[in-house]
Every structure is written in C-alpha cells, then in structure tokens.
C-alpha cells in the first residue's frame, strides 16, 4: 500500500536520509522510530511530496502522493500540528477542510467525536493545548476515512487519556484494513500501538522487523520478604536473576513459572509482574545513541 524506495535527502551537501527503503501492507501500523534529527520529518515530507527527493520513490497504492487527483482521499496527514489558524474555531478549521475534500461539513463533527474534541469544536484553537491541537490534526487527516494515515509524532503532547484513546482509535483503523505509519522519538509512546518498526538512526534503517521480534525474553520482577531463599531457588532452576531492590529480584523467566519456583520452595511472594521491556536500549545501541 505504501512503497518507499532509496529515499535519499540531501541538504547542504549533508545526507540526512540515506537509502531509506520499506513497505506497509494494509491492516498494520508501523512505527517509524528514531532520535531527534534522524530524519524521521524529512522521510514522512518526502513520502507526502512536500519535499522533493534527492534520489529515490515513495509511492502509496502505486502513485506518488502528489499525483492522486484528490490525495486527501488516499491518506490522511498530520505533519505539524501547529499548522493552522490559531483564529479559528476547530470546527471551521475542519468543516473548511471537508469543503475541500468535497465532503459534507457533518464530517467534521464525526471526526470531532472520534477524536474526543467534540467539547472543544468551538473555541479558537490558539486556545488549544498542544494534545488538543494533536488531537485536532488527527481529526483533519481522518476527514476522508482515507486508506493510509501518515502522523508525525502524533502520540507528543497527549495526556495519558489522549494516548489511550488514540492508541485505540489507530488500532481500531488497522483492524479496518487501514495502513498506519507514526512516527515517534520516544519507544514507549509506540511500543503498545504498532506491529512493526522501522528504526532510522543518521538518516539510515538501522532495524526493521515485527515489535516482538526486538524484545527480548520475558521478565518477572518479584517482590517477597525473603529475597536470599528465594533468589537461591530461582538460581537452582537455572535463571538469570538480579536483585533490583531491598525486597524485589529480577527473573528471566514468565510470571508463572517465578511463581511454581516460589511456591515450591514455600517463600511468600509480595508482589509478581511483567517487567517492561526495555527497549529504549535496543534503540539506542541500534541507533548509535542520542544525538
Ligand atoms: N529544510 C532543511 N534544510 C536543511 N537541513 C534540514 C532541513 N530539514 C531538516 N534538516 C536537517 O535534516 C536532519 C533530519 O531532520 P528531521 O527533521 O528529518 O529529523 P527527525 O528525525 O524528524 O527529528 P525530530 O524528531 O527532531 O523531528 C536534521 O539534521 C535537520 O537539521
């Protein structure tokens, strides 16, 4: 659905996107990740046609962008959630841009509601917070229902509530049979959402694959009042285990089997849960780490 093939930017005789290659099939989102400056922007502008390529193609359902006859219909963008008018109210700003899409203005109150700014539709939004003006570029680039999003760092500036319900509504999307690509700087925003990433560190793909693929084996942190019986039977079963704190240890292994290890050996257990993947690492190693 989307292609995107030797992307290659130049500025100033600097490559800042360098042979950026992938393809998004219909029905996933992919994150496309990377520290500031990466060139994530750079990439998404060019696949929209806002700037033009040093070398290379990007193409979505077999055009480029700028070719479709009504490239709304085709995808949804959010590039700069600061783009627009802080005069108006979010419900002209969207009602003008359904005109423009030749779509009937009761669009813009459905997408409204979809991204939860139905309350907000008609104050100025110079007004809005930075998580509402997000929510708000969501909405536009939803307008159409069109086949692929692109959203550069949509998920920035929400409020817990924002990242749950926008994570719900891009899944939701997916399920539909849309293709989703977001980018983000920060692993965890996206990490509940994609399927895929796409890592670009210095202009460049540095991993590429499915989300699970990166993680590494599951973990348990578990919290007991006898930290000593507990870590010595654990290591008899031959797992990797680190104390993390004065009553918690950190177990290579699932919760299920941390805790047939604890009740085998009769120590009471306080606490047991998932650790969070760590991925922020990988991405830094992969990446070459912060700029
Ligand atoms: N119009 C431009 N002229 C010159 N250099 C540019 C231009 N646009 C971007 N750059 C440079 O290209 C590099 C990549 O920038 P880009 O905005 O694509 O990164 P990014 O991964 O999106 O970062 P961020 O997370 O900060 O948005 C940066 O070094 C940036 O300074």
Redesign the pocket.
């Known amino acids: 659905m989307l292609h995107v093939q030797g992307l290659v930017k130049v500025?100033?005789g600097r490559r800042?996107v360098e042979d950026v290659s992938f393809a998004l099939q219909p029905g996933t989102v992919t994150a496309f990740l990377?520290p500031?400056?990466?060139?994530?922007?750079?990439?998404l502008r060019m696949v929209c046609g806002l700037t033009r390529p040093t070398a290379g193609t990007a193409t979505i359902a077999g055009r480029r962008f700028a070719q479709w006859p009504n490239p709304g219909h085709v995808a949804g963008v959010l590039l700069d959630a600061a783009a627009v008018h802080p005069g108006r109210t979010g419900r002209h700003h969207l009602v003008s841009g359904a005109k423009l899409l030749r779509l009937p203005a009761s669009r813009a109150d459905q997408v409204l509601a979809q991204v939860g700014l139905s309350d907000a539709a008609n104050r100025r939004i110079g007004k809005y917070s930075l998580g509402m003006r997000q929510r708000l570029g969501l909405a536009h680039a939803l307008l159409a229902d069109p086949p692929v999003l692109i959203l550069d760092?949509p998920i920035n500036g929400l409020d817990p509530e924002g990242i749950r319900s926008t994570r719900q509504l891009l899944r939701g999307y997916a399920q539909r049979g849309g293709t989703v690509l977001l980018?983000s700087?920060v692993l965890s925003e996206v990490d509940q959402t994609a399927d895929r990433i796409v890592m670009i560190g210095h202009g460049r793909v540095v991993a590429d694959g499915p989300l699970a693929s990166f993680a590494g084996p599951a973990r348990t942190v578990v919290r007991t009042n006898d930290v000593p019986k507990l870590g010595t039977a654990l290591q008899r079963a031959g797992l990797d285990v680190r104390q993390t704190g004065p009553d918690a240890l950190s177990v290579a292994a699932p919760t299920e089997r941390v805790s047939e290890i604890a009740f085998a050996a009769q120590v009471r257990v306080l606490g047991l849960a998932e650790e969070q993947q760590n991925l922020e690492e990988l991405f830094f190693r992969l990446t070459g780490g912060p700029r």
């Open positions: 500025y100033d800042v990377g500031n400056g990466a060139g994530k922007s750079t990439t760092e980018s700087h």
